[in-house]
């Protein structure tokens, strides 16, 4: 197939794409395997990313990034996935300066995004989730206490990835008790905090989590961690509202990652179909292999249409919750149906691990929960979307 065939279907940003997959012709399954083998985080394939500039894509380039749209982002992590690589370990550095960028006052975005574009500060940890409240946000118990020109900060955090390969963090804490504020989402504050002190006993401990994919997550302790008062972000107590419009940036990156991953296991899940031979013929003239991996091909297509519908809105600053949510849901579902066909389609051989089927198809049924569950996205659509009552 052309290139000109290619876009015309809708393989946008082709010079990002071929340059996406130079880098990751070089990290091939076995390195990905290698890294969940010992825990480890992607370092160099990271710096890699960094220094090409995919990482830093979203900050203007009066900050030292590349300026291009989120579209143009999406393409990127999409494309990561799609190569077999993993693009969630460096992701965060993408959308989570965007409360800095919108919210922050001019001499600290002039501080820390040059440095951020440039890789000589990572910053990919975001600390929101906490144990007792979860998905309830505004309900968390983390509290930063105005002590002269500092805050300390004393809670926990949880599910907080790659915090133990993060310079800084983003942290939605407490300034003003959830029995003192009118509204639940008032008295919530955001900071921008420098973790290289993290685990020095300085009141910043951070705790690395087993878990069933390797995503290097962590939970975070703040015993009276002392931080200056201008690493606060915008308004005190407005926090909330700041972490909004980042969310559905994170949301529609995150649903181009799955449409990523799920176009990767149509592809491997053909190619065995068109290879494998039994009883005399390839499996995949068979309907029972054959119609499930069209019918993923076509969901992930659905998915990618949202996907990108979403990206329209939100780089011509229209509104975009709904759309954003919605690619989020179609991506995640398609993605994983499309892992399942594949797991069905290679039968045995989808458990060795040398075909890396397991390790995707454990990967990507993480986006139903994360970064929001499949649940709360329906109660959203039915509340704010179809105008029914409230659901939880």
């Keep these: 197939m052309s290139r000109e065939t290619l876009v015309a279907l809708g393989e946008d940003h082709p010079e990002l794409r071929d340059s996406v997959r130079k880098i990751c012709a070089k990290y091939p399954g076995s390195y990905w395997s290698g890294l969940e083998d010992n825990e480890a985080y992607p370092t160099q394939f990271v710096e890699e990313l960094t220094q090409a500039g995919f990482l830093g894509a979203l ?3 009066e900050y030292g990034g590349s300026g291009l749209p989120l579209r143009a982002a999406a393409v990127i992590l999409e494309e990561i996935n799609g190569c077999g690589c ?13 409360t800095l960028l919108r919210h922050g006052t001019e001499p600290q975005k002039r501080r820390y995004l040059p440095d951020i574009a440039a890789g000589r500060i990572r910053l990919q940890a975001f600390g929101v989730t906490e144990p007792t409240t979860g998905s309830d946000t505004t309900q968390l118990k983390t509290r930063a206490v105005r002590d002269g020109d500092s805050y300390l900060i004393s809670g926990q955090k949880i599910w907080t ?9 983003l942290l939605l804490a407490r300034t003003t008790s959830a029995d003192q504020v009118k509204k639940r989402s008032d008295g919530l504050s955001v900071f921008l905090l420098d973790m290289r002190d993290k685990n020095t006993g300085k009141g910043l401990e951070v705790r690395p989590i087993k878990t069933m994919i390797n995503h290097n997550t962590t939970e975070v302790f703040f015993d009276n961690f002392r931080i200056p008062a201008d690493s606060l972000i915008g308004e005190e107590g407005r926090g909330f509202r700041y ?4 969310m559905n940036a994170e949301r529609i990156l995150v649903a181009s990652e799955a449409v990523g991953d ?32 069209a019918r993923a091909w076509a969901e992930l297509e659905a998915a990618d249409m949202v996907c990108r519908r979403a990206a329209a809105l939100f780089d011509n600053g229209r509104e975009c919750g709904a759309d954003a949510n919605i690619a989020k849901l179609l991506a995640s579902e398609a993605a994983w149906k499309a892992a399942d066909t594949a797991m069905q389609t290679f039968g045995g051989f989808a458990y060795a691990r040398e075909y890396e089927i397991e390790r995707k198809w454990r990967e990507v049924r993480l ?10 996205i329906l109660g959203y659509v039915g509340q704010h979307v179809l105008g029914m009552p409230r659901s939880y």
Excluded: C
Aim: proline share 6%.
């Design 59 to 61: 900050i203007p380039e």
């Design 367 to 376: 986006y139903q929960i994360a970064p929001i569950s499949t649940n709360l």
């Design 262 to 293: 799920g176009r990767w296991f149509v592809k491997k899940a053909t190619a065995y179909a068109n290879d494998r031979v039994v009883f005399g013929a390839p499996i995949g003239k068979n309907q029972a292999v054959q119609f499930p991996i």
């Design 86 to 98: 993993v693009a969630s370990q460096g992701h965060a550095q993408m959308y989570i300066m965007g």
């Design 243 to 246: 972490i909004l419009d980042g």
């Design 161 to 169: 990835s790659r915090a133990m390969h993060s310079d800084m963090m």
